[in-house]
């Protein structure tokens, strides 16, 4: 009997399968914003592979704050998908799996 491993990925996206969407708390994402700059005279572009309400990476990038920075993100479920692409502060939003679609 060999023992079965699963790695992280697939455990997320049985997750989402079962139960629905986690979006990352927002205490987290200004935590992890520390961590990065990004240039208010260069633009910088960001690409969030599961982008879902956009609110993690608008918190992280402080978008808000900095109109250099262009957001770009692929989102699964469809109607998440249309709300994030009417947002001011996204590029882009595509629905597609990120890993088999783009």
Avoid at 18 to 44: I, Q
Wanted: proline letters at 1%.
């Amino acid at each position: 009997m060999g023992i079965r491993t699963q790695n992280t990925f697939s455990r997320v996206a049985g997750n989402d399968q079962r139960m629905g969407a986690f979006y990352t708390d927002h205490e987290h994402c200004r935590d992890l914003a520390k961590y990065f700059y990004f240039s208010t005279s260069d633009e910088t572009t960001v690409l969030e592979p599961s982008i879902g309400d956009g609110r993690a990476v608008e918190l992280v990038t402080k978008v808000q704050e900095n109109s250099n920075v262009k957001i770009f993100g692929v989102e699964l479920n469809s109607k998440v998908a249309k709300m994030t692409n009417e947002k001011e502060t996204i590029e882009t939003c595509i629905e597609a799996d990120f890993l088999d679609g783009v």
